[in-house]
């Protein structure tokens, strides 16, 4: 008998539940809604030398009728080394149809990169670039460097400082503050196609007095780069560990570009442990959707139902 929605609902759940429980904080959720995950994946726990995120979507008719969709992300990783992984973790899903295949997967990469810590190959030049020009890929699940905001300042100053001429400050928006065991989180929005816009927007957010004084204030940006047909992208964690990284990693899933979006916390005394991210994402998540840079979550349906209908409607029309 066809498993059916609800089973593999709960399918999903136990298998999340377990990968968090094996993997602790190398495991984190990018958006639970859209049953968004990553987990970093490294050949040794104590001083790694190659590192890799895996992430995934886990569709509705994840495990029995459908693959998950999945991104492989380390800036060393291309050519012919991605495609001999990506048929890995393929040829695994094909020889396990219908069962639950995440952990193989992570088992399989730590092994490729284990393989690769034993062999003569070289250790990865994390300075390179991948194909999207980002400048901060190295650190995004890396994240021991814990810049406090003047150096974030200071580095913007570096990336800045061949055009000095003076930019228009883009406007900026606030989103609703979020707030759970009296830690509270906000997200704010900014439009920028250049790093100077990036620049401007953060030293205006910081002249802020409340803005300036919050425990974290955690940013990433994508702008695409028209003669280069790549994105310019960039995320800081300012104490967060791993939490820029991710905002940037939504950022991505969801296809935004030319925009800034910086995340405040005030701590308020109670750790929140993995909420915290959950907190992070869905304020980045909401300010995006109010201000039309994705679709909510009722657009999407509507828009699916009517691709649906359409369909429907053609299919008959083909019958007559």
């Not at 980045?284 to 994705?294: K, W």
Request: one cysteine or more; aromatic letters at 8%.
């Amino acid at each position: 008998m066809a498993a059916s929605d609800t089973d593999r609902a709960q399918q999903q759940i136990d298998e999340i539940e377990a990968l968090s429980s094996i993997y602790g904080d190398d495991w984190c959720v990018v958006d639970e809604d859209e049953k968004i995950y990553c987990i970093k994946i490294s050949d040794s726990l104590d001083q790694p030398k190659w590192t890799l995120c895996l992430q995934v979507i886990l569709p509705p008719g994840y495990p029995t009728a459908e693959p998950p969709i999945y991104q492989l992300n380390a800036p060393w990783l291309r050519g012919q080394d991605y495609t001999e992984l990506a048929n890995s973790l393929e040829e695994i899903y094909l020889q396990n149809l219908g069962e639950s295949i995440l952990y193989l997967w992570v088992e399989k990469i730590r092994e490729v990169l284990v393989e690769k810590a034993q062999s003569s190959d070289p250790e990865p030049d994390i300075k390179k670039t991948t194909e999207e020009v980002d400048e901060g890929d190295e650190d995004d699940f890396l994240l021991d460097y814990q810049p406090i905001q003047e150096n974030q300042i200071k580095m913007l100053n570096y990336m800045t400082s061949e055009s000095q001429e003076d930019e228009e400050l883009p406007p900026i928006h606030h989103g609703n503050p979020i707030t759970d065991r009296r830690s509270t989180f906000q997200a704010h929005l900014a439009p920028v196609v250049t790093t100077r816009q990036v620049k401007r927007v953060l030293e205006k957010l910081y002249e802020n007095k409340k803005i300036a004084s919050a425990t974290h204030n955690i940013y990433a940006y994508r702008i695409y780069c028209e003669d280069k047909q790549t994105f310019l992208q960039d995320c800081e964690d300012d104490g967060e560990t791993a939490a820029g990284g991710r905002l940037l990693h939504l950022m991505q899933i969801l296809n935004v570009h030319n925009v800034l979006v910086v995340v405040s916390r005030w701590y308020g005394g109670i750790l929140l442990g993995p909420d915290r991210f959950k907190h992070i994402n869905n304020c980045a998540r909401n300010v995006l959707v109010e201000y039309d840079y994705v679709p909510s979550t009722e657009e999407s349906s509507r828009q699916a139902g009517k691709s649906k209908k359409i369909r429907k409607d053609s299919k008959k029309r083909t019958e007559h």
